[in-house]
Structure formats: C-alpha cells, structure tokens
C-alpha cells in the first residue's frame, strides 16, 4: 500500500514564525487533505489539494502531485495553531481508504 | 448547516463488554467512514458506507462492524471489548464515494476499556 510520511515530527515555533510542513507519498493520489487536531481531539479540514497550490489567510497549501510530496505553510504563527498536523491521501489504486500520515506536533509559544 | 455529530462524546466500559457508536453525517452527505485514533497506531481506516453498504474495510478483526441508515447515519459496533481498543473513534462524512472529495471530520468519541 501507499506509504505516508510527514517532516518534521515535531517542531517548537515562537510566536510570529514561520514554518512548513513536509508531506511525501510513495504513489499517485487522486486525494490529499491537510488537517489539524485540536487539543480536543478534532480533526479540522485545513485543504483538500491533490494538486496545485491553495491559499486561505496565513495558510497556504502546495501539492507537486508528479514529485508525490505537498507542503503546508503556515505564516505569522500564532498559539492557537499549536497542535497535530496530519496528511492523509487517497491512491489511485485504493478502495476507498484514506491513509494518514504519523503527524507533525507543532508548539507555538508565546 | 450543521457539522458531523457524533454521540456519545466519551464512555468507558469494561473488557467483554459490547459498545455501540453513532455518527450523523452533514446533511446531503452520503459517504460515512470510520477511523480509530491511538497513540500507539496512529489514525487508522476502519470502513467507508455509501447508500447503506459498506464499501470497504479496514484491518480490523470481525469484532468491528458498522452498518448505515437510509438517513446516511451510520453505527459502528465493538463486540467482546479489549483493552486495546481504548481509543479515540473519528467519523468523517462527504459527499461521494471513493475519497475524492473533502472529508469532514466530527468530534470523536473517546472510548475507555477497563
């Protein structure tokens, strides 16, 4: 099956920083999505983006789906954005699974 | 329009026991599928439901099953409880089949086995 892994598995930010987050995977996909787990436990839809690059606030997205990695920006950190970062794609060979990559745990201190 | 439901947000049983889940999709939404969080494995597939049949399944031993309503509600079922399977259980829904949409996740519940 497809292989998912996500870089760097942890990362500690001051406040107003800037980082990515590194998704590879080992086949096509026909799905990727970038989430963000809450302290809480839910899982927050950040971008759907098998391909291309999307923007929303200080939030950007880029999938090189011919490369098989996406990257997620994220601008200006603020605490709040502390949490689990997770990748999960579909392949083009699936049945209907989606597969999640291990996480980045970011802390943003004030 | 209103988010993924999922009920109840925490239980705890014992080893043996049997527990029953619930998730209620977003309205139009007719693909539910079923996850199980640990610290240990990660986010893990357990199956996908589209129009009341099951589509695909994870492995997971027959302990776990889940059917969905014709509402597009779904259960999921945990028989003879291990301590293993203290989890957090994610229900995500959208609205077609096969993951090539936007997958919206709820809140989880927060399953104990003692």
């Known amino acids: 099956g497809i292989q998912v892994e996500q870089s760097p598995p942890d990362l500690i930010l001051q406040e107003g920083a800037n980082s990515t987050l590194r998704c590879n995977f080992s086949d096509s996909v026909n799905n990727l999505q970038w989430f963000h787990q809450n302290p809480w436990g839910q899982l927050i839809n950040l971008f759907y983006?098998?391909?291309g690059t999307k923007q929303n606030g200080r939030l950007s997205a880029t999938t090189v789906a011919t490369e098989r990695y996406s990257l997620l920006y994220i601008s200006s950190s603020q605490t709040t954005d502390s949490g689990v970062y997770f990748c999960?794609?579909?392949?083009?060979?699936?049945?209907?699974?989606?597969?999640f990559g291990s996480g980045t745990r970011l802390l943003v201190r004030p | 329009k209103a988010g993924v439901t999922q009920t109840p947000r925490y239980l705890i049983k014992t080893r043996g026991q049997q527990v029953t889940l619930s998730c209620s999709p977003i309205?139009?939404?007719?693909?539910v599928s079923w996850y199980q969080q640990t610290p240990g494995q990660g986010l893990q597939f357990l199956f996908e439901y589209f129009s009341e049949t099951q589509r695909n399944k994870g492995n997971f031993p027959g302990r776990f099953s889940g059917r969905q309503f014709s509402n597009s509600r779904s259960e999921m079922n945990v028989s003879t409880l291990e301590l293993g399977d203290s989890a957090l259980y994610l229900c995500?829904?959208?609205?077609?089949?096969?993951?090539?949409?936007?997958?919206?996740f709820g809140p989880g519940t927060r399953l104990t086995v003692l």
């Open positions: 999960a794609v579909s392949w083009m060979d699936s049945s209907y699974k989606l597969i």
């Open positions: 995500a829904s959208s609205l077609s089949l096969g993951f090539t949409d936007t997958q919206y």
């Open positions: 309205s139009g939404h007719r693909s």
């Open positions: 983006i098998p391909s």
